[in-house]
């Protein structure tokens, strides 16, 4: 197998002007691709960081990340991948919890100073060292800020320091069972965890697809889901890459700016989260855009809504496809264009054998085949389980080593996979699991609140919001927007931010003394429909 860098560097010989991704009016050619990366990477190799050390990035959506991936890649080091939308104590727990050692951002991102970031991290005695600043896009002529240092990216050097750098970098090169990545997932309690990937799982994932697809390397890529998370990784930063087939990405998502992309660009593969595709549909100009390129749409990170998916093949031409799994699992079944509309809307797909899937029951035991258990699997796919988390791992994994996803599924006779529950307490909002707990805990800090519980809203565009019960202190009161502002100057993540807000006298609780959930889902779904008569 052969590392990204090493095929993107094959790419810039072989294909130097085909554009490996187009973010908005930015092109950026293989050759680019792997130029900048490598530019990059030398300023990097500059720090002197020990091979392995961990590289937090934050950054926007874009063609620069993937820069950036590559270039930490390139020299040996770990991305500690961070979402767009984190929210200022997520970058810190993040870059602590990953141990990182340097942080590339923009100069200033979501309204924050980086270099005042970094100031505060160095200050709780993280082992934050370094950071490099972009003030653009990386291109020839960008310049970074390293360590408040103003530094041209692209340097004039002789030949014989340009040696000196391929041949340090040459011997940093990764192996493709090496740890490459780190990037967040929610947790059941608490901020996120970093789940650890090497290359090796994300290209046998890629040989999946391409028989779940059919995906060649004519096919024209639009990904619509930030890279920095699992979906994000093989539809934007590996199948497309593995291919050589270019990628469209969005700058900004919007329903317009996606029709429009899938337009201009003739996308023939697009990745989206459901709630992208039905405000894609629910967009007011669909019609007056040709969608006709369209062959194959991957969605995910929740239950696929049959009727609005069928109505976008029905729209398009398209296949709607799925794979089952998680960023820890990877992928457990999946569907492809070879099954019927029936199964590939209304069932996870057929379970992929070398995966070894199981299904378990409350004590860990086996179940029949046509009864309802805990998925768990052990394959090519699957991550490296949880970083610096010796207790999250253990609970990542049954007592005979096997790992565990937080669903409840079904196993028809066809080898087909249906979920129908989950064990974890998750909402998923928009295909981004947000825990509930964690939702509790940012909305408890709020000195009004005396007890608070978040449940999933049902909602026909997201599939699910954040809604929060709470009782309050004596003789306090509390709406939605004072929470909202108390959150957004905690530094909380806006994924955690409720989008309801009821006021209760006390929270129902079950006979084992905890918050009865299941009452105030039912209690929601009542409200919803009461107001909508």
């Known amino acids: 197998m052969t590392m990204l860098g090493q095929l993107v560097a094959e790419y810039a010989r072989n294909k130097p002007n085909a554009p490996a991704f187009v973010a908005g009016e930015q092109i950026v050619s293989w050759q680019q691709y792997d130029a900048l990366s490598e530019h990059l990477a030398a300023v990097l190799l500059d720090l002197n960081l020990p091979k392995g050390n961990r590289v937090a990035v934050w950054l926007p959506d874009g063609a620069d990340l993937h820069t950036v991936f590559l270039a930490v890649e390139k020299a040996g080091l770990v991305t500690m991948g961070i979402g767009p939308r984190a929210g200022r104590k997520?970058?810190?727990?993040?870059?602590?919890?990953?141990?990182?050692?340097?942080?590339?951002?923009?100069?200033?991102?979501?309204?924050?100073?980086?270099?005042?970031?970094?100031?505060?991290?160095?200050?709780?005695?993280?082992?934050?060292?370094?950071?490099?600043?972009?003030?653009?896009?990386?291109?020839?002529?960008?310049?970074?800020?390293?360590?408040?240092?103003?530094?041209?990216?692209?340097?004039?050097?002789?030949?014989?320091?340009?040696?000196?750098?391929?041949?340090?970098?040459?011997?940093?090169?990764?192996?493709?069972?090496?740890?490459?990545?780190?990037?967040?997932?929610?947790?059941?309690?608490?901020?996120?965890?970093?789940?650890?990937?090497?290359?090796?799982?994300?290209?046998?994932?890629?040989?999946?697809?391409?028989?779940?697809?059919?995906?060649?390397?004519?096919?024209?890529?639009?990904?619509?889901?930030?890279?920095?998370?699992?979906?994000?990784?093989?539809?934007?930063?590996?199948?497309?890459?593995?291919?050589g087939a270019p990628t469209v990405l969005l700058p900004k998502f919007s329903a317009e700016a996606l029709l429009e992309a899938i337009q201009k660009h003739r996308v023939t593969v697009l990745a989206a989260v459901s709630t992208q595709f039905i405000m894609m549909l629910n967009c007011p100009t669909l019609a007056q855009y040709d969608l006709s390129s369209l062959r194959i749409l991957y969605t995910g990170g929740e239950a696929v809504p049959y009727e609005r998916a069928a109505e976008f093949e029905r729209t398009t031409g398209a296949s709607v496809l799925q794979f089952y799994g998680s960023n820890e699992t990877g992928a457990l079944s999946y569907t492809s264009i070879h099954d019927t509309r029936e199964k590939r809307l209304t069932t996870a797909g057929k379970i992929i054998p070398s995966m070894q899937v199981r299904l378990l029951d409350e004590n860990g035991a086996d179940i029949t085949a046509s009864g309802r258990g805990q998925p768990a699997c052990k394959g090519a796919v699957t991550s490296m389980g949880y970083y610096n988390d010796a207790n999250a791992s253990k609970k990542l994994y049954s007592p005979d080593g096997w790992m565990l996803t937080g669903d409840i599924a079904e196993l028809d006779a066809e080898g087909y996979l249906k979920i129908v529950g989950r064990t974890a307490d998750f909402i998923i909002r928009g295909g981004k699991n947000i825990s509930g707990p964690a939702a509790e805990q940012a909305v408890a800090t709020h000195p009004n609140v005396a007890m608070a519980a978040a449940v999933a809203m049902p909602d026909p565009v997201f599939g699910e919001r954040v809604c929060v019960y709470v009782t309050l202190q004596p003789g306090t009161t509390l709406t939605l927007p004072e929470l909202t502002a108390h959150l957004d100057s905690q530094g909380c993540s806006k994924e955690y931010f409720p989008e309801r807000l009821i006021v209760v006298d006390e929270l129902p609780y079950s006979s084992g003394g905890k918050v009865a959930k299941q009452l105030l889902r039912e209690d929601i779904k009542k409200r919803l429909q009461e107001e909508s008569v």
């Not at 979501?110 to 060292?129: F, I, K, Y």
């Not at 041949?167 to 192996?175: E, G």
């Not at 997932?185 to 040989?207: A, E």
Request: proline share 3%.
């Open 90 to 243: 997520e970058v810190e727990h993040l870059i602590k919890l990953s141990g990182a050692t340097a942080l590339i951002t923009l100069v200033e991102h979501r309204e924050l100073q980086s270099a005042e970031l970094v100031a505060s991290l160095q200050q709780q005695d993280a082992p934050l060292r370094h950071l490099i600043a972009l003030r653009g896009i990386l291109d020839d002529n960008a310049m970074l800020v390293v360590d408040g240092v103003e530094t041209a990216l692209v340097q004039n050097i002789d030949a014989e320091t340009a040696a000196r750098r391929e041949q340090a970098l040459l011997q940093r090169r990764h192996t493709v069972d090496e740890l490459f990545l780190l990037n967040s997932t929610s947790g059941t309690t608490g901020m996120p965890k970093c789940v650890m990937h090497n290359q090796s799982r994300w290209i046998h994932y890629h040989d999946l697809a391409l028989d779940s697809g059919g995906l060649r390397a004519d096919d024209v890529f639009l990904s619509a889901i930030p890279a920095t998370f699992g979906f994000g990784v093989w539809t934007s930063h590996f199948t497309p890459t593995l291919l």
